[in-house]
């Protein structure tokens, strides 16, 4: 793609948010100040992704990125302990499609996590045992906010992501397209 075409792409992006984010006021305010129009939709792995138009067909990045969002150290505690086999399957299908998965933690820090300051009992050595083995396990992207940062932390993961596989043109993506393109001429 040209970068006029990647330009004219990235006005196209829509957020995609799993049907499984509890809607609250605090869901909502965070996905108006992420500022791209959105749907709700199942998401097979993590809390949000994104499509963009590209010659009047939409491309999902779905299978190539998502961001699972955690409010808190206790909440990824709760992920690791009795929360973990559901947690492990849906990072295992991210990592059987290739798929990125960055971890945004929000209200935390790496202090915070190594020192166990947190409010689960979850053993502070267990906690980032299973935190350091999820990265590597899964290449997983681990980013630290606090809240009120989300929305635009987000909001420049999707457009980043977006941006640099369609300007390194992206073997998986150029297969989508061609894919969405051949249904097209035969429909």
């Known amino acids: 793609m040209n970068c006029f075409d990647v330009k ?8 995609l948010v799993d049907t499984r984010e509890r809607d609250t006021k605090a869901f909502r305010q965070r996905v108006e100040r992420i500022e791209l129009p959105y749907k709700r939709q199942k998401l097979d792995f ?7 138009i590209i010659n009047g067909a939409e491309i999902s990045f779905e299978r190539f990125f998502s961001i699972e969002r955690k409010m808190s150290l206790d909440e990824l505690c ?4 009795r929360d973990r086999r559901r947690f492990e399957r849906e990072f ?12 945004l933690i929000e209200n935390a820090t790496m202090e915070n996590a190594l020192n166990g300051k947190y409010k689960s009992k979850l053993n502070k050595n267990a906690f980032t045992a299973s ?11 681990l980013i630290f906010c606090k809240a009120e940062s989300t929305p635009r932390v987000i909001r ?9 596989r369609l300007e390194q043109e992206d073997e998986r993506l150029l ?8 249904r097209e001429t035969t429909a």
């Open 8 to 15: 004219d792409a990235l006005k196209t992006i829509q957020l």
């Open 175 to 182: 297969q989508q397209i061609e894919g969405v393109r051949n």
């Open 131 to 141: 935190l350091f083995a999820w990265l590597a396990r899964y290449d997983c992207q």
């Open 78 to 81: 709760m992920c690791y302990g």
């Open 156 to 164: 420049e993961i999707i457009y980043r992501e977006i941006k640099e």
């Open 46 to 52: 993590g809390d949000y992704s994104a499509t963009i």
């Open 92 to 103: 295992e299908r991210a990592k059987n499609l290739n798929a990125k998965i960055y971890l």
